[in-house]
């Protein structure tokens, strides 16, 4: 899960682009114009930034230019409907890392932020929280070093409480997370994975971790 910042004005377009990003599992915020994306680029740290050419007040050209200075470890992928040499060169030039030729479908999105994310991840790779520990990558999890076997549903929910140590999910927010945009927070399939992991995780150890937060939903605690 990685965060991304979409700065698009068309409503569909942005949708589109959130819906399809959240379904594999990133953060995903948006923008309609370079002013609400300011505010947002001050509030939050981005991994990606995704940026039409296309926007009231001015063009993606120069807000590139000025996110570049601002935020110069953000990646910048680039949305342009003129399939034209001239802009590709542009939107680079102004520090675009790639660009993206609308109309595009979902595939091609994915397989540009995935090659974009790659350069900068290695760190990411696994995630500890005292003696649990996943590896994102072979995704093997362990507990006082012993291999826990989690389903890829059980592996998302943990990866999610993982990154978000000791802050309280509600359930819309893991619904979205690792069920995506479209699933039903109000279904009793939240509880039944969340009891599930916790069988697995935390019953064989005599210090519990993933705890219920009565009416606001769960935590995983962090554990030294
Ligand atoms: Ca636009």
């Known amino acids: 899960m990685r965060n991304i910042?979409?700065?698009?004005?068309?409503?569909?377009?942005?949708?589109?682009?959130?819906?399809?990003l959240e379904e594999v599992g990133h953060s995903v915020k948006t923008a309609d114009s370079p002013s609400h994306a300011r505010q947002l680029l001050l509030e939050n740290k981005f991994d990606l930034i995704i940026l039409d050419i296309m926007l009231p007040e001015l063009s993606g050209f120069d807000f590139a230019k000025e996110i570049r200075s601002q935020s110069p470890t953000s990646h910048i992928l680039m949305l342009t409907a003129l399939n034209t040499t001239k802009d590709k060169i542009?939107?680079?030039?102004?520090?675009?890392?790639?660009?993206?030729?609308k109309p595009f479908d979902l595939e091609e999105l994915h397989a540009r932020v995935r090659a974009l994310l790659r350069r900068n991840s290695p760190d990411k790779a696994s995630l500890q929280n005292g003696q649990l520990e996943?590896?994102?990558l072979t995704r093997q999890v362990l507990r006082e070093g012993m291999r826990i076997e989690l389903t890829t549903k059980e592996f998302s929910l943990l990866e999610f409480f993982m990154k978000n140590v000791d802050q309280v999910q509600d359930r819309n927010a893991i619904a979205r997370q690792v069920w995506g945009a479209d699933f039903d927070p109000d279904s009793n399939v939240?509880?039944?994975?969340?009891?599930?992991?916790?069988?697995?995780?935390?019953?064989?150890?005599?210090?519990?971790?993933?705890?219920?937060?009565?009416?606001?939903?769960?935590?995983?605690?962090?554990?030294?």
């Open 5 to 20: 910042l979409v700065i698009e004005d068309e409503k569909k377009m942005s949708a589109f682009i959130q819906q399809g």
């Open 134 to 136: 996943m590896n994102l």
């Open 90 to 101: 542009q939107g680079l030039d102004s520090g675009a890392d790639d660009y993206l030729t």
């Open 190 to 224: 939240i509880d039944v994975y969340i009891n599930h992991l916790r069988k697995k995780i935390d019953s064989p150890y005599s210090k519990k971790i993933l705890k219920t937060v009565v009416g606001q939903g769960y935590v995983l605690n962090k554990m030294e």
